[in-house]
């Protein structure tokens, strides 16, 4: 048996406006897996596919094209040259919740790539790891910048800009975030959808915003990098209303937002395509336990406290 592992992630940092080509800065989550196991299946069983969570199981042979597990599978085992379908049973399981910005649509592609990688007796680069779950990213989000496949797949702080290789972005001083589940599924193929739409109708309104998201995530990056933390709540709040403006906050997160300021968050902001998903506030080892009640209290499901470390 093999198995592999892939961690969730948090956007810090330029949601949205990466897709328009601004920088954003993104970190993964350790505290939050997706994991993939590999098993030898008997002669002529082919690839079955037990997605425990999901309560699916089915053969790679009879899953239509668009699946995306199905995908990702096919993808990686014509990468690794296995041209005849290998009979094994790929069993997944994932403590990241779906459609709530955390990437589990990455981390299960990723930690799927990586054990079937294993199983094969094969090792593949950060970069081509990227590279396949980046394609059952575009089934997920129908344009996807590639930031979440990169953060996944590189599992480390990431400066990305769409089109270009991912920089690491260097921790200076490790920080601390309450990273809050609103509870209310926010699929990022139609808020990206929405945003695109209002793009549209007013190009020049959203390009602006667009350009104050992408200034933020540069001053972000040098104060993460310099570890001036002390900077970063401020800009984390400044994000928000900007991300408030494009149309993707809700009443719950802005409320969830200002729970978490008000217990002593540095700064709170939504992460990832918003509507509903989670949302990140900056806290210190002193904070945290406070503002996770206090996120709590006002209707998070559930606060993670994640340590991002240099
Ligand atoms: C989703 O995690 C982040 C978005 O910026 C979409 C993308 O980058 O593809 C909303």
Same mark, same amino acid.
């Given at each position: 048996?093999?198995?592999?592992?892939?961690?969730?992630?948090?956007?810090?940092?330029?949601?949205?406006?990466?897709?328009?080509?601004?920088?954003?800065?993104?970190?993964?989550?350790?505290?939050?897996?997706?994991?993939?196991?590999?098993?030898?299946?008997?002669?002529?069983?082919?690839?079955?596919?037990?997605? $425990?969570?999901?309560?699916?199981? @089915?053969?790679?042979?009879?899953?239509?094209?668009?699946?995306?597990?199905?995908? $990702?599978?096919?993808?990686?085992?014509?990468?690794?040259?296995?041209?005849?379908?290998?009979?094994?049973?790929?069993?997944?399981?994932?403590?990241?919740?779906?459609?709530?910005?955390?990437?589990?649509?990455?981390?299960?592609?990723?930690?799927?790539?990586?054990?079937?990688?294993?199983?094969?007796?094969?090792?593949?680069?950060?970069?081509?790891?990227?590279?396949?779950?980046?394609?059952?990213?575009?089934?997920?989000?129908?344009?996807?910048?590639?930031?979440?496949?990169?953060?996944?797949?590189?599992?480390?702080?990431?400066?990305?800009?769409?089109?270009?290789?991912?920089?690491?972005?260097?921790?200076?001083?490790? @920080?601390?975030?309450?990273?809050?589940?609103?509870?209310?599924?926010?699929?990022?193929?139609?808020?990206?959808?929405?945003?695109?739409?209002?793009?549209?109708?007013?190009?020049?309104?959203?390009?602006?915003? @667009?350009?104050?998201?992408?200034?933020?995530?540069?001053?972000?990056?040098?104060? $993460?990098?310099?570890?001036?933390?002390?900077?970063?709540?401020?800009?984390?709040?400044?994000?928000?209303?900007?991300?408030?403006?494009?149309?993707?906050?809700?009443?719950?997160?802005?409320?969830?937002?200002?729970?978490?300021?008000?217990?002593?968050?540095?700064?709170?902001?939504?992460?990832?395509?918003?509507?509903?998903?989670?949302?990140?506030?900056?806290?210190?080892?002193?904070?945290?336990?406070?503002?996770?009640?206090?996120?709590?209290?006002?209707?998070?499901?559930?606060?993670?406290?994640?340590?991002?470390?240099?």
């Amino acid at each position: 048996m093999t198995m592999a592992s892939a961690s969730g992630k948090v956007i810090l940092f330029g949601e949205h406006a990466v897709v328009y080509g601004r920088p954003a800065i993104a970190v993964p989550v350790a505290e939050l897996r997706a994991w993939a196991t590999v098993d030898d299946a008997p002669p002529g069983a082919g690839c079955t596919v037990v997605a $425990i969570d999901l309560k699916r199981r @089915f053969s790679l042979a009879d899953a239509p094209p668009d699946d995306p597990l199905a995908l $990702i599978v096919r993808l990686t085992l014509a990468g690794l040259g296995l041209v005849a379908e290998p009979d094994w049973t790929i069993t997944l399981r994932s403590d990241i919740p779906i459609a709530s910005g955390l990437g589990s649509g990455a981390a299960v592609s990723t930690a799927i790539v990586r054990a079937l990688a294993q199983h094969a007796g094969r090792s593949l680069p950060p970069d081509a790891v990227s590279a396949l779950v980046y394609e059952t990213e575009r089934l997920h989000h129908g344009t996807p910048s590639g930031i979440d496949n990169t953060v996944v797949a590189y599992e480390q702080p990431v400066y990305f800009v769409r089109g270009q290789p991912p920089q690491p972005c260097r921790v200076g001083g490790e @920080f601390w975030l309450a990273i809050a589940d609103t509870g209310v599924a926010s699929p990022t193929k139609l808020a990206v959808e929405d945003v695109r739409r209002a793009w549209q109708a007013d190009p020049a309104r959203y390009e602006a915003l @667009f350009d104050e998201m992408g200034r933020i995530a540069e001053r972000a990056r040098q104060a $993460i990098e310099t570890g001036r933390l002390d900077a970063l709540g401020p800009l984390m709040d400044e994000n928000q209303r900007l991300l408030s403006a494009i149309g993707v906050s809700s009443p719950l997160l802005e409320r969830l937002c200002a729970a978490a300021r008000q217990a002593g968050a540095g700064g709170a902001k939504l992460s990832g395509a918003g509507h509903g998903g989670n949302l990140i506030a900056l806290v210190t080892p002193q904070t945290a336990e406070k503002v996770a009640a206090a996120l709590r209290a006002a209707g998070a499901v559930r606060v993670v406290i994640s340590q991002v470390v240099r």
